[in-house]
């Protein structure tokens, strides 16, 4: 929305009048801004500080940001007034109703007169609201609505206007005034001579009532006698016709039909007249209103005006023609002279807020103007063409021999001499004659002085420009030339910008865009000034610093024009109380501030603002502000809007799906100055950790927001404010479906289900696996048992082998037992024999002893051959190969002998007989008897077999 500003001034050239040179500062809004029709008939202002205007098209809404317009069933809008309801009540041509937020923020129509025939509505022009009654009043009836009932009061009469005064309903007509009593009009006694023409307004005044006629001026009614009230609008209201009124406290504002509005301080019986040759772009006010910050809107034929009256700033400037661009101002034999880009204008009144005062153009300024300085009872006007001396005496006139002049500084040891700082160097003036003449040009003086300043005490000469830098030159004792020239520029100041020099508290100052600088006589340099940008904006870019002589320090930083207030009591800084105006209204680098009587004049790039800092710092210039949060877009390929805020808060909260996490939130405050711009910053509370850096723009976005809940915050202050206001908005995403509460009680289920058939499955398998166990192992154990039968079998049949090896070698050890036995009888045998045959051989008479010896030894060798230890080893050896054959024969046959025993073990052995007789040195037939015998022992039949009998003994105790 482009605002277009409008300043005033009178105009150059021919000397223009005007009430009031320094006027107030105006808005224009027109209809191609707000985008409705041209007229507007009634202004309200909504308890949240948004501004409703009856406007031909509908309702029209202005939230300090956005216009909206919301029709009212094709009919043109009369009235509005806001209710304390939610609810703001309107009429028009031939109906009446009212207007609800919806969730989005935009504003429903309610017709309340749609049962009533349109005829009989006629007009409504005002809208009423007292205690729970809403009084609608058209053109010869008031319509009450009251506990949503509604009811009619006619008026024999036509109703020219009404009021709610003192707790009572009023209306004018063309036969007096008339007071509701119940639901009739009752007429007030000697008020009819006020209704000569008609009435525009019923205002509250000393507890009388102020009536305000259309062409025959005012009056008071206090309720016996009727009075005429004159003041010093009288001469406007004879020449002009009145069609809207309004007060608030003692300011009374008339709007009128041929020539803008008239405020009118009651008390101080002062009229200012605001028109379009000072600011309003219509002549005609169909409307106004004071809001609650008293200033001023006017409701126009075409188009809406804001005046600013509690702002201190004033301005001259004119929409039609304009002085130019203010770079300087100087009070000079009672008068206000003004430096421009066009030339030198003087105002015929150094008093800044007198009425009637002149502007007028000085003749052979014309051109740019950089300065102005007074000094002998002489103004130097230096410019780009010329510098120009203005005395009584001499009158004015151009100094010759210079050109393009920045500045003109007088020297402190050397009166009668100035210094001249020109685009091509330093010139020195001098006076002869009574007139000021170019002595010469400063000898290796060649800056481009277009900052300078001139020491006290030493009148070293510090010059700069963005193109060279700064220097601090030292001249010769007869000023021709530059004896001494020192660059002061470093790191932390470079060259490449302008900068300001100044004296704070005696001390040489230099502004800059790096900071402050101060300078250091001992060390001859600059140093930071850390403890004057404490007290100021901290080290950011200075462009402008001055100390007036109270002290107050005036500077520019970030292209607003600020003061610190010194307090002269307490000898501080009051820096809580730091003044900020005209954001981006200055000529950067050229800014100008002139302190005349509690005023200060700047200029600006319109011309010069007035600014009464003595109102700045004595009020309190916070308002309430009253940010919110107006729409919430889901952007994307096509933005949708999902939330809106109107003068009610939404009932529902705002809940989004996952999908339209990509929000864009669009914030207003109700600031309408634009000479105080709003801020705003802005913090997500989830996702941001601070708040935003404070912006102009009102919106915010944010994208791919997690599902949770989150509450959007803004903050909202003007320059012109020590606080800041909340608005903030609590909202939440939704998951996605896949992480929504039912998707994970459907993956609870569905995972509660596959685990199920998970261990189902497992079960199953793992059944299997034991069942494939089992048979593996069932498998295994028959093959293991019949491995081990095999082993044990193996094992059987190698013992078997063993023991048949064993038995194989007993029996070998027996067949050698008895060999060895056999052997050993044949041996003997022989021994025996060839004994005898040498028994034989011999003479009985010679050797009956070799006889008797022999014989001895024959029978120790029978001896030994029956009773051989052989026989125990054979038994031994026996008994291993036939587990025990002997004894268990000799348990069952106790009877049996020696000799029996090894038959039948002979016997066992399967011998034959002819095999035991020479083992047991017995003939064959000797063994035969020997086995008749042995079976008549074991009585034994004749079909018994005795080697298996013998067998058998064995075999019994396996």
């Not at 223009?16 to 008939?41: F, G, M, P």
Request: hydrophobic share 35%; aromatic share 12%; proline share 2%.
């Amino acid at each position: 929305m482009n605002v277009k500003f409008l300043l005033f001034f009178l105009c150059y050239s021919l000397t223009c009048n005007a009430d009031v040179l320094w006027q107030h500062s105006i808005i224009n809004y027109t209809r191609h801004q707000y985008k409705a029709a041209n007229q507007n008939w009634m202004v309200e202002q909504h308890p949240n500080g948004w501004m409703y205007f009856a406007n031909n098209k509908g309702l029209l809404e202005f939230d300090g940001v956005e216009w909206n317009t919301y029709p009212i069933h094709n009919a043109k809008t009369r009235a509005v007034k806001a209710g304390s309801n939610g609810k703001i009540y309107v009429g028009g041509l031939g109906q009446f109703g009212y207007f609800t937020p919806n969730k989005l923020g935009r504003l429903d129509y309610i017709c309340l007169s749609q049962k009533i025939d349109k005829r009989s509505v006629g007009n409504i022009w005002n809208i009423l609201i007292a205690d729970e009654c809403v009084y609608f009043q058209s053109d010869r009836a008031v319509f009450c609505l009251e506990k949503d009932k509604l009811t009619r009061v006619d008026c024999t009469e036509d109703i020219m206007c009404s009021a709610i005064l003192y707790n009572k309903f009023y209306i004018a007509t063309s036969n007096g005034l008339y007071l509701l009593s119940g639901k009739i009009f009752q007429p007030l006694p000697r008020t009819k001579e006020i209704s000569r023409s008609k009435i525009v307004g019923l205002l509250p005044f000393e507890n009388k009532i102020l009536v305000v006629s259309s062409q025959h001026g005012m009056y008071l009614y206090d309720g016996k006698t009727v009075s005429a009230y004159h003041s010093d609008a009288d001469s406007f209201l004879k020449e002009n016709q009145l069609f809207c009124s309004a007060i608030q406290d003692s300011m009374l504002a008339l709007g009128s039909v041929q020539n803008g509005v008239l405020l009118l301080n009651i008390r101080r019986n002062i009229a200012e007249k605001i028109s379009i040759d000072n600011g309003l772009q219509n002549k005609t006010i169909l409307s106004l209103s004071f809001d609650r910050n008293k200033n001023l809107w006017l409701g126009l034929d075409n188009g809406i005006d804001y005046v600013r009256l509690d702002s201190p700033l004033y301005f001259m400037l004119s929409k039609n023609t304009a002085i130019g661009a203010g770079y300087s101002t100087c009070r000079f034999k009672g008068k206000l002279y003004l430096g421009t880009n066009q030339g030198l204008y003087v105002a015929n009144n150094s008093n800044l807020r007198s009425p009637n005062t002149t502007v007028s153009f000085v003749s052979g300024t014309r051109g740019q103007v950089w300065s102005l300085t007074e000094y002998d009872n002489t103004l130097f006007c230096g410019g780009g063409n010329a510098l120009t001396a203005i005395n009584s005496a001499q009158g004015s006139y151009q100094v010759e021999g210079i050109r393009g002049v920045w500045s003109i500084k007088p020297f402190n040891t050397s009166p009668n001499t100035l210094l001249a700082g020109s685009y091509g160097g330093l010139y020195l003036l001098h006076k002869e004659g009574g007139r000021w003449q170019v002595a010469h040009k400063i000898e290796d003086g060649s800056y481009s002085a277009k900052t300078m300043y001139i020491e006290d005490g030493s009148d070293a000469v510090w010059v700069a420009n963005k193109e060279s830098g700064l220097y601090r030159l030292t001249l010769s004792n007869d000023l021709k030339k530059v004896d001494k020239s020192k660059n002061y520029n470093t790191q932390s100041l470079p060259a490449g910008d302008n900068v300001y020099i100044t004296k704070i508290d005696n001390e040489i100052v230099v502004a800059s865009r790096q900071g402050l600088f101060r300078y250091n006589q001992m060390k001859d340099s600059l140093e930071a000034f850390s403890e004057l940008e404490n007290k100021l904006d901290g080290k950011v870019a200075y462009t402008y610093l001055m100390q007036d002589v109270e002290h107050n320090l005036w500077y520019v930083s970030n292209g607003r024009v600020k003061m610190l207030p010194f307090d002269k009591f307490t000898q501080t800084y009051q820096n809580t109380k730091v003044g900020s105006y005209l954001k981006d209204y200055l000529i950067e680098d050229f800014e100008h501030i002139g302190i005349y009587d509690k005023y200060a004049v700047i200029g600006t790039e319109e011309g010069f603002c007035l600014l009464d800092y003595e109102m700045e710092r004595q009020e309190n210039r916070d308002f309430d502000l009253n940010p919110q949060i107006r729409k919430v877009f889901i952007t994307g390929k096509r933005d949708s809007l999902v939330y809106g805020w109107s003068f009610t808060k939404p009932l529902n909260g705002l809940v989004l799906n996952y999908k339209d996490n990509s929000l864009r939130f669009e914030c207003s405050a109700n600031n309408y100055d634009r000479l105080s711009q709003t801020l705003y910053s802005f913090r997500l509370v989830g996702v941001d950790h601070s708040w935003t850096q404070y912006t102009s723009s009102p919106i915010k976005e944010y994208t791919d927001l997690k599902e949770g809940i989150y509450t959007f915050e803004v903050q909202a202050t003007t320059d012109l404010m020590k606080k800041s206001v909340k608005a903030s908005l609590t909202f939440e995403v939704l998951p996605p479906w896949y992480r929504s509460w039912w998707a994970y009680l459907l993956y609870g289920i569905l995972t509660t289900c596959g685990l199920i058939i998970i261990y189902y499955y497992i079960t199953k398998k793992q059944k299997k696996v034991i069942r494939e166990k089992n048979k593996e192992l069932i498998k295994q154990k028959i093959e293991f048992a019949i491995e081990s039968e095999i082993k044990d079998r193996t094992i059987d049949s190698l013992k078997e082998e063993q023991l048949k090896a064993e038995l194989r070698h007993n029996s070998e050890e027996l067949i050698q037992s008895a060999l060895n036995i056999v052997r050993k009888n044949e041996m003997l045998e022989e021994i025996r024999k060839e004994a005898i045959n040498i028994s034989h051989s011999i003479n009985e008479e010679n050797l009956v002893s070799i006889r008797r010896k022999t014989l001895r030894l024959i029978n120790r060798i029978d001896t030994n051959i029956g009773h051989d230890n052989d026989l125990q080893s054979f038994q031994n050896a026996f008994d291993r190969t036939h587990y025990n054959f002997f004894k268990r024969l000799e348990y069952i046959y106790p009877d049996l002998n020696n000799k029996e025993k090894i038959l039948c073990a002979y016997i066992r052995m399967n011998l034959m007989s002819k095999e035991i007789a020479p083992l047991l040195n017995m003939s064959l037939r000797s063994v035969e008897i020997s086995r008749y015998r042995l079976r008549k022992k074991m009585k034994l039949e004749e079909k018994d077999n005795l080697a298996d009998v013998l067998r058998k003994i064995e075999n019994n105790e396996n």
